[in-house]
């Protein structure tokens, strides 16, 4: 493959169902056999837990046997301009009979992005990542006080986020902002929008980057949920729409905020399916932290317009936002959620939503939070999953979600969810962040 020269080694990398990235490095000169015949990986990373240990409670991977083949992606092989001497690939997992593992998350949203446009729909994503930065080798050393949203704020960091940019486009990510959020020493990237896979490769590829470019300014960057219980958490919101015949279908039509019925439905269906969406997007024990009313975490189930309280926000065309541009946003997402499925269960639910013609309620405008609870059960707003197994209930019993993900996947992540929660029973909260503050 060309502009390859000069590396040592290829990463293959995939996304178990923490939201971790593992992966298996090999020799540059075996690129041609890795995206042939792969690496050999154990069956049960499936059923590794966020502390890397195993949870053997899904029945299919009770025991260490057997293998699964890791190949490389030739056609997203990326030399990292941040690591001179290596390549970064998505990897694809098959069984040793050359089909694809119903685990392999990259499988699972393949076959949902075939079954969209087999239904004549082209489905555009993209992320926005949110994290902190901090002074590497201290627990947490913010590198930089703020204002938030101000140029003052970047000053402290203004070398990394130089190199950040310029590594981010020589890895080929491409970015719409870059800014400090609201957070503690936050900072947020925009990831321009993509078909479905490449957007969730982009994803885990801009978290390799930001990594290394902060290593390289004694920095260290941490995407989980929480890093301090005082201060609003790290989301990674899904911005996601959907078109027929190369029209936006949630932009130029009649129904609310200009959407056509088609558009309408896809939403409606992410309305129906919100807590199981929420629970795959951000399934993890500080997920469930982090989502507290007031902290721009979407703690209710319920959409707006333009609200960024709301779980599912919807940012409709107008004289500044063309109508190829109008996306609904999941907010109640973050970097623990595995970011193929995410997808996935977004597409799932979106055509679940169109099949059954489904239509919105009028949006929310306001934060539910705030609302006394006999008004939010009035007008039928609910807390999202607030425990393991809300989580695990909401997604079996998502028709939409099940199906999307497949039956082995569900129960694998089902298994992860309840184990995480065990591993989690005797600690405080604190204990909570501090444990998974830098698994991402």
């Not at 060309?2 to 992966?23: K, Y």
């Amino acid at each position: 493959m060309a502009g390859l020269e000069g590396l040592h080694g290829l990463t293959i990398v995939f996304c178990d169902n923490n939201g971790i990235p593992r992966s298996r490095t090999v020799p540059a000169s075996r690129l041609e056999d890795a995206c042939e015949r792969g690496v050999g990986i154990t069956t049960l990373f499936p059923v590794f837990l966020s502390n890397d240990m195993i949870t053997f409670a899904h029945e299919p991977l009770s025991n260490a046997s057997g293998d699964v083949r890791l190949l490389a992606t030739p056609e997203r092989v990326v030399p990292l301009a941040g690591q001179p001497g290596f390549a970064w690939t998505p990897g694809r997992q098959f069984l040793v009979d050359g089909e694809r593992s119903p685990y392999c998350a990259r499988g699972v949203l393949e076959r949902m992005v075939e079954r969209a446009a087999a239904a004549g729909l082209e489905v555009r994503a993209g992320y926005e990542l949110e994290w902190f930065v901090g002074h590497a080798g201290e627990e947490l050393a913010p590198a930089h006080s703020g204002p938030v949203y101000s140029p003052h704020a970047m000053l402290a960091v203004d070398e990394f986020a130089a190199q950040l940019l310029a590594d981010l486009a020589a890895n080929g990510v491409p970015v719409g902002q870059l800014h400090a959020e609201y957070g503690l020493a936050q900072m947020e990237v925009s990831i321009g929008v993509s078909d479905p896979v490449a957007a969730a490769d982009l994803q885990m590829l801009a978290r390799q980057t930001i990594h290394a470019a902060a290593r390289r300014h004694g920095l260290r960057a941490s995407f989980a949920p929480v890093v301090d219980l005082a201060a609003a958490g790290n989301g990674w919101h899904i911005h996601s729409s959907v078109s027929r015949d190369g029209r936006n279908l949630l932009a130029g039509g009649d129904r609310q905020s200009g959407m056509t019925p088609e558009g309408e439905a896809w939403v409606a269906g992410l309305l129906r399916e919100l807590p199981a969406l929420a629970s795959v997007g951000s399934p993890s024990m500080p997920s469930l932290l982090r989502r507290r009313p007031g902290y721009f975490a979407s703690a209710f189930a319920f959409w707006g317009v333009q609200n960024r309280e709301a779980a599912l926000r919807l940012v409709p065309a107008s004289r500044l936002v063309p109508d190829a541009a109008a996306n609904v946003e999941l907010k109640a997402s973050d970097a623990s959620g595995n970011p193929y499925l995410a997808l996935a269960a977004v597409i799932g639910a979106g055509l679940a939503g169109m099949d059954d013609g489904l239509t919105l309620p009028e949006p929310i405008q306001d934060e539910p939070g705030s609302w006394p609870q006999e008004e939010r059960e009035r007008r039928g707003i609910h807390r999202l999953p607030e425990t393991a197994e809300d989580a695990v209930a909401a997604v079996r019993l998502s028709a939409p979600v099940r199906e999307a993900l497949g039956d082995d996947l569900v129960g694998a992540w089902a298994a992860v969810r309840r184990g995480d929660a065990d591993t989690a029973r005797d600690m405080s909260p604190e204990d909570i962040v501090a444990a998974h503050r830098y698994r991402y």
